[in-house]
């Protein structure tokens, strides 16, 4: 059975036995073990976007390939990915308004009148330079003004489900960045607000000035987060998890490490790796990068699970989590990488690799998983949901 139809049979199973239930009126009655039994059908596919109501596929697919000479793929191939993501149970696409240079929002734009546009979650971003010229960047009100316009223009749509603020604007006042946001919401315009690339601290500061001012809260956080880069799980996760915002993940094979393909640290002429070395080098392509790829490689060997599968379905494994980004070129490779979006790593293999790659504690970590742990002992119960990571 392919992925389509085994996501099309789970639905259907799951919202029959809910209406079972609900026409005998004994759905809010049910022992937990058993209501939870009902959801397990379904939660493998899709999770609630940070404290929103919006469902977002655990799998995203993201477009940086889309439009990209030299190393990503055309616009017909751009179709074909998308069309078979969304077969596959996908519903979430992710963009930016620099991904070649706007070639990639054109792309989306031109594929979104084939299929039902309000089944898609269609997520872009703004900040960095797009333009020559003074209001090219950042997050002004200006800017962002303009910049969602434009994303729109090439999108072709009315709205932008998600909308991100790519990178921290140092300048901005975070009343006018969150304002300008709020009022793009309140048009129509924009549906939720994310952010990637701010620091915990910037993330807080900006749930505090959203508070105070009774503006549009951010929902999601997008960053890296992989086996090779874990920093986040020291203050970003939980700064995350408390402000209500769900993780998108982006580069979970580290640029290409992470795949089995170069164990020989040598980046073949016309792949990703090869074009892409200022940006992904320094990112992933050091010696702690393949140290890791060799962690892994060995759990594959062991497991008997493909290298790929296990480094895009290991961030699954933190509730905070929402959904994995991929970015792939061809139909073979979308294949491949759309297993973890409805199947788990089994808890053994999740933490064999969660403890072999863990980074060094450093003391303020230690010291206070010790202080928590006076409070948890003293109860039975407790929210694990203040542990640290």
């Known amino acids: 059975m392919g992925i389509g139809l085994r996501l099309l049979y789970g639905r259907v199973r799951y919202v029959g036995k809910l209406m079972e239930l609900w026409q005998d009126g004994d759905l809010n009655y049910l022992p937990a073990r058993h209501r939870s039994e009902i959801v397990r059908e379904d939660k493998l596919k899709y999770r609630y976007l940070g404290s929103s109501g919006l469902l977002m596929s655990r799998i995203t697919l993201g477009t940086m390939t889309f439009g990209a ?5 055309d616009e017909k191939a751009s179709h074909q990915i998308m069309h078979a993501y969304i077969e596959a149970g996908g519903n979430s696409i992710d963009c930016g308004d620099v991904y070649a240079g706007g070639r990639s929002e054109e792309i989306i734009g031109s594929f979104l009148p084939q299929v039902d546009r309000d089944q898609l979650i269609v997520a872009t971003k703004y900040s960095l330079p797009t333009k020559p010229g003074l209001t090219g960047f950042g997050a002004s009100r200006k800017t962002v003004m303009s910049a969602c316009e434009a994303s729109l223009t090439r999108l072709k749509t009315d709205y932008i489900d998600l909308y991100y603020l790519h990178v921290p604007d140092p300048i901005t006042p975070y009343e006018e960045i969150f304002g300008a946001l709020d009022d793009l919401v309140t048009q129509g315009k924009v549906r939720y607000i994310g952010c990637s690339s701010l620091f915990a601290w910037q993330v807080t500061k900006a749930r505090g000035v959203s508070d105070r001012l009774n ?8 960053y ?7 920093e986040l799980e020291r203050e970003l996760l939980p700064a995350a998890q408390d402000s209500g915002m769900g993780i998108t993940c982006f580069s979970p094979l580290g640029g290409g490490v992470l795949t089995g393909k170069y164990k020989d640290r040598q980046r073949p002429k016309g792949s990703r790796a090869a074009y892409r070395t200022a940006v992904d080098g320094p990112r992933f392509w050091h010696d702690k990068g393949f140290e890791i790829a060799d962690v892994v490689a060995k759990v594959s060997a062991e497991s008997g699970i493909p290298i ?38 089994p808890a053994d293999v999740w933490h064999t690799l969660e403890e072999q790659t863990r980074p060094q504690e450093e003391y303020m970590t230690w010291y206070n998983k010790l202080n928590y742990a006076r409070f948890f002992e003293a109860a039975e119960y407790y929210n694990q949901d203040v542990e640290l990571y």
């Open 308 to 345: 790929p599968q296990l480094a895009i379905a290991w961030p699954l494994g933190r509730k905070v989590v929402t959904s994995v980004i991929i970015g792939v070129k061809n139909l073979e490779q979308l294949e491949a990488n759309m297993v973890p979006a409805d199947t788990d790593l």
């Open 69 to 73: 000479e030299g190393w990503g793929c």
């Open 215 to 222: 503006l549009t809260r951010m929902v999601a956080g997008q």
């Open 224 to 230: 890296i987060y992989s086996l090779i880069h874990r």
